[in-house]
C-alpha cells in the first residue's frame, strides 16, 4: 500500500470539521490518484449515502450549466446545501481545460451552501472525467445535501452518467437537430426527466411532443384501451398518454417532459418538483437501494479491472514472458487465449499481492 491512514489524519480531522480548503485538497488527491488516495477513499466510504445525486446530461449547447446553477439557487432556497461536479473537455493539444462551467456559474460560486468543481475529461469517454464518481463520494462524505453532476456535452455518448447518480435529468434544444437521431442513441433509456430548454423558440413544442410520442410507445400507450380497434393513436393521443402517465403516482415510472427557459429562471420549480418526484418513487419502489447497490458492485470491479492491469502490465517478468510467447503465436502453435490462460494461470501470486 502506498501510504498509511496516519498520514491523512490531519486533513481528514479538517475535512470532518467543515473546512473547504480540505474538501478541495481530498477532491485533488482523488482526482489525480495521488498517493494514498484509496485509503482516503476509504475513509469516507461510511459517510456516503447522504447526498442525492442528480445527473444533468445533454448535447452541447443545451443549457446544461445554466440549468444546474438555477437549480442550485432552487435548493439553496430551500436551505439544501449543493455540490456541483461540472466536466470540460480536455485540450488535445495541450492537456488542459478551459473550466469554462466554473466560469458561467459565477453567479453562485460565491454562495457558501454551494461548492462547484471543475473536472478535465482527460481522454475519458462518455462525457465523465474518470474521477468523476470519486469527486461525488468526497462531495457526498463532505455533507452537501445535493450533488449536481453536469456532463460535458458530447451527445450520443453521454450515458455513463446515469451509473452515478440517482436521477438523470436530460436536458434537449430545439437546435438539436433530428430529435429523434438523438434520443434513440441510449439517452432514452437513461432519462428519468427530460427538459426542453429554449421553450420560448420555434420547435420546441415539437421536439416535446416527439419525445412524449416515443415514451409512449416504449410503455406501450398504443395498445389496448383507448388505441385498438380505430380508436384514435394519433401522435397527439400517444403524446397525451404519455403526458398523464408522467403526472401520475404510478407504482412506474414515466419520465415527464418539461419546457424550460433557463436563462429566466422559467421552469426550474416544477423541474425540481419532478425531481423530486422521481427521488420519492426511487425510495418507496425501492429502486434507489437498487441504483446505489449497482453502484457499489461497479465500483468494485472497476478496482478489479484497475489493479489487475497494474499488477500485470506493471510486473517486467510478465512482460518478458509474453514476449517470449510471440514466436508460438505467430506459427500458430498457440493461440491468444491459451496464452492469456497461462498468464493469468502463472500471475496468481502477482494478482493477489503474494510474492511467489
Known sequence: MPTT???????LDDFFAGKRAALARAISIVENHRAGFDVLLGALHAKLGRARR????GPPGAGKSTVATWLARHYRAQGATVGIVSVDPTSPFTGGALLGDRIRMEEIALDPGVYIRSLATRGSLGGLSAATREACDVLDAFGFDRVLVETVGVGQSELDVARL???TLVVLVPESGDSIQTLKAGLMEIADVFAVNKADRPGAERLRTEIEVMLGMRGGAADGGEGHHGVDLSRTNIARQA????????????PPVLRLIATEGTGIAELADAL????????TSGTLRER?????????????????RQRLWGDRATLAWLE?????????RATPFAVADALLARSAGLLTGRTT
Open 54 to 57: 442528480i445527473g444533468i446530461t
Open 324 to 332: 517470449e510467447r510471440l514466436p508460438e503465436l505467430e506459427s500458430g
Open 292 to 308: 446505489r447497490r449497482a453502484r457499489l458492485r461497479e465500483r468494485v470491479v472497476d478496482v478489479v479491472e484497475t489493479r489487475t
Open 5 to 11: 491512514e496516519p498520514a491523512h489524519g490531519a486533513l
Open 165 to 167: 447518480v440517482d436521477s
Open 276 to 283: 423530486d418526484r422521481h427521488f420519492r418513487y426511487l425510495e
Open 243 to 254: 403526458r398523464d402517465a408522467a403526472r401520475r403516482d404510478e407504482p412506474s415510472w414515466t
